[in-house]
């Protein structure tokens, strides 16, 4: 069955903001909603035509059509992400993409790569764990702990992990805002999702990447090492990396002006 295009857009909650002729594309990762770029379309709305949606069952603003099965690898993501630029007719887009996001992202730009301009990963890794000299971040034990106690205690969970993944007390802006969103989602889709994503290891796709990519990593990410970060710069052809004076897996909330200047210096 296919999709009309107007289906695509309901079903990913796409908005769209301003008419200028470059566009901005920005796609929230794991956990997070449209919300969470605010800072970012605050200080580019100006200048480019900005794009948000949804991912399905990524966060809370797309859950309804969130199948396990379906979902269970990262090719009906980038499906999806093909699929909202093919109905917007985006031709030549700047990408900037969220942790998993960002490697869907990068992903689709090689199945559409008309549609992309230039890919900005923020927090992104082409696989999670540690394999071999390979050092993701996260050996089997540690995914399996993540899970046992998420599906022990689903809310005390959030709590934990996001105070962990944002580095930063329970009290913070941004680790109140992430705990929230975890906890909007179905526990059983965000678990399901949550291993998708630590499962997930694209290295041998990176080769094929031709869309110019900047890699914005923070100086201390509890989600991804600055191994696997050095190592999505080193296999994709022609990408710069910069390293953020920031601190968690979510920069654009904790630190927005740091995530804001490099988008500046590398989008000028």
């Known amino acids: ?13 796409v908005t769209v903001i301003g008419s200028a002729a ?6 929230p ?6 919300a969470a770029w605010r800072h970012v ?24 059509h969130y199948d396990h099965v379906r979902y269970g690898s990262l090719d009906a993501y980038v499906r999806d992400v093909v699929a909202v630029l093919d109905a917007l007719r985006i031709f030549d887009c700047v990408c900037v993409g969220h942790s998993v996001a960002g490697t869907i992202a990068a992903l689709a730009s090689i199945r559409a790569p008309y549609a992309f301009r230039k890919l900005v990963l ?3 890794s082409a696989c999670y764990r540690n394999r071999g ?11 399996d702990g993540l899970i046992e106690s998420a599906t022990r205690d689903y809310l005390q969970w959030t709590a934990s992990f996001g105070e962990m993944v944002v580095s930063g007390p329970a009290d913070a802006p941004a680790v109140r805002e992430f705990v929230a969103t975890l906890r909007a989602m179905r526990p059983d889709r965000a678990l399901s999702l949550l291993i998708t994503i630590l499962q997930s290891d694209v290295r041998h796709r990176l080769a094929e990447i031709r869309v110019p990519a900047v890699v914005l990593q923070a100086s201390h990410d509890p989600a991804v090492t600055r ?3 050095d190592y999505l710069h080193r296999h994709l052809q022609g990408s710069v990396m910069e390293v953020l004076d920031a ?16 988008l500046r210096r590398h989008l000028s």
Do not use: C, W
């Not at 470059?22 to 796609?27: I, N, R």
């Not at 990762?29 to 449209?34: H, R, Y």
């Not at 000299?133 to 995914?143: E, L, P, Q, T, V």
């Open 133 to 143: 000299d390979y050092r993701g971040g996260f050996d089997g034990a540690d995914i």
């Open 1 to 13: 069955m296919i999709e009309s295009g107007g289906s695509v857009l309901e079903r990913h909650n």
């Open 122 to 124: 923020l927090g992104a």
């Open 29 to 34: 990762g794991f956990g997070t909603g449209q």
């Open 227 to 229: 191994e696997a970060a």
């Open 22 to 27: 470059e566009t901005l594309v920005l796609v």
């Open 247 to 262: 601190s968690g897996h979510l920069p654009h909330l904790s630190a927005p002006a740091v995530v804001i200047d490099a």
């Open 41 to 64: 379309v605050e200080a580019f709305k100006d200048r480019y035509r900005i794009v948000l949606f949804d991912l399905t069952g990524i966060g809370p603003g797309s859950q309804t």
